[in-house]
């Protein structure tokens, strides 16, 4: 679930920051379906999946591929329904997004995973099919006790159908409460929501759009009291941000209870978008601590 967007990487498939742009590849992977899965990667490294959230393509987390290319390999999955990804298909699930990211880690060799948002829903069913070195979510998309609001998704999914793209991001914004704008009156998530979808970006978070109503969908089938995430045998990570709606960071301390090897963290002043927009090179630091931590024999290159 999210909001802004950065502008898409430069011709030269370069990442942008203060530091010497790493270079950006490409690969491609066929998940256990037939769909043809893209991803991007940067550095060098032991290797790090990353699995973007709602409404995110890869290159949204070029500046956290940036902070971390230097000490590990990089690979941002484009998740089903986004650049030269396939489609989500009629049998979609959160199975079918393991398989990709589990196709991903099988190419690469790739033994740490990074999830944002419902990516990092994803990212604990992955561990749930395989232990790996070290599981890190920010504000991973679980449902405990009915905890995500639903009720918004009917009428969201009706004006994408008619169209209404503006009033539909309008009624995702204000159900989602993600907006830093609080609890303003309808006509100011309708001027937002018109902003976002405007110009290059705007075309393309349009076109992502539908891809919404499935995976919140799985969001709520998957709603339950979280002691499936019990069977995670992966040392984990649990991020949130202090400024995000409660109903996303409370089950970060929840899940920590349930998964045998976790922790969580809430990071001051930080929000949703903190990975993708807001503060990449803090939520690194915290990815490069921990796995550097349950990965004590591996040479990394991290240069300070």
Not at 221 to 233: E, P
Request: net charge neutral.
């Amino acid at each position: 679930m999210h909001l802004l967007q950065h502008d898409p990487p430069p011709e030269g498939r370069q990442y942008m920051s203060g530091k010497k742009p790493a270079e950006w590849q490409s690969g491609t992977v066929t998940s256990q379906d037939g769909t043809r899965i893209s991803f991007f990667g940067a550095g060098r490294g032991p290797g790090l999946v990353v699995i973007p959230g709602n409404n995110r393509c890869a290159h949204h987390y070029q500046a956290l591929t940036q902070a971390l290319s230097d000490t590990y390999s990089v690979h941002v999955i484009d998740r089903r329904g986004r650049g030269l990804s396939g489609p989500q298909g009629p049998d979609y699930s959160i199975e079918t997004e393991a398989d990709d990211a589990l196709a991903v880690m099988d190419r690469t060799g790739a033994q740490m995973l990074f999830g944002h948002s419902y990516g990092g829903l994803v990212t604990l069913h992955v561990g749930l099919r395989r232990k790996v070195s070290a599981l890190m979510a920010y504000e991973p998309a679980v449902s405990i006790g009915g905890g995500f609001p639903s009720s918004w998704l009917p009428s969201f999914t009706r004006l994408l159908n008619e169209g209404k793209h503006t009033a539909a991001m309008a009624t995702f914004l204000k159900a989602t409460r993600l907006a830093p704008i609080g609890d303003a009156p309808t006509p100011v998530f309708r001027a937002l929501a018109f902003l976002l979808l405007l110009g290059t970006d705007g075309r393309e978070t349009r076109a992502m759009m539908p891809t919404t109503p499935p995976e919140m969908n799985e969001i709520f089938r998957l709603d339950s009291d979280g002691s499936r995430y019990a069977g995670v045998d992966s040392p984990t990570l649990l991020l949130g941000g202090e400024k995000t709606p409660a109903y996303v960071t409370d089950v970060l301390p929840r899940l920590a209870r349930v998964v045998p090897d976790a922790r969580h963290v809430i990071l001051p002043g930080l929000d949703h978008n903190a990975p993708d927009l807001n503060a990449p090179d803090v939520v690194a630091e915290q990815i490069r601590t921990f796995a550097q931590e349950r990965l004590p024999g591996e040479r990394t290159h991290h240069t300070g």
